[in-house]
């Protein structure tokens, strides 16, 4: 199963707030055994598309100089997400300092509120991660890395037309 839980950033603005989404496809494993003939999107991955979308604006308002590690959710769910749907992550930037941060989020699909949330972060520098842990940016990489990229374009100004 995969580990990314947004597909694209939709709005992107440094140190203040993110917007992605999500498509729930029927395809998806997790759609298969939650529940049979009611395909509902698992709370926890609803949660955890949140908590990535936070997340990346957390580490690019710091240059990524730390991982960011997810500490605390408070959520409260208001209804279910279906295989069809396309849920839309929104999280804004609350308080920022040396050792984490918090952002407010919510997830709708269309003009339902599926989600709101609270979420604290806590910086981990990887100089001074446990004994055994690689010393590498262990949460901007990979698939996040190419939605880093996405989220760094979609934040750019448009080019002035001639």
């Given at each position: ?7 694209r ?12 989404v ?11 055994d ?7 999107m698992p ?13 990346i604006?957390v ?12 500490a605390?959710?408070t959520?409260k ?31 709708h699909s269309?003009d ?10 806590a ?12 010393d590498t ?14 989220a ?11």
């Amino acid at each position: 199963m995969r580990w990314t839980w947004i597909d694209r950033f939709v709005t992107f603005e440094s140190g203040k707030s993110a917007t992605a989404v999500k498509n729930l496809s029927l395809a998806e494993d997790h759609f298969a055994d939650h529940f049979p003939g009611f395909p509902v999107m698992p709370a926890p991955l609803i949660l955890e598309g949140l908590a990535q979308t936070g997340g990346i604006l957390v580490g690019e308002a710091r240059q990524y100089r730390e991982n960011v590690v997810l500490a605390k959710i408070t959520a409260k769910f208001h209804s279910e997400a279906m295989a069809g749907e396309q849920l839309t992550y929104t999280t804004t930037l609350l308080d920022l300092n040396d050792t984490g941060a918090r952002v407010s989020a919510t997830a709708h699909s269309g003009d339902s509120l599926i989600v709101e949330a609270e979420i604290m972060f806590a910086h981990a520098n990887p100089a001074q991660l446990p004994p055994g842990l690689p010393d590498t940016k262990f949460v901007f990489n990979g698939e996040l890395t190419h939605l880093l990229r996405m989220a760094a374009a979609v934040s750019k100004p448009p080019a002035p037309s001639a």
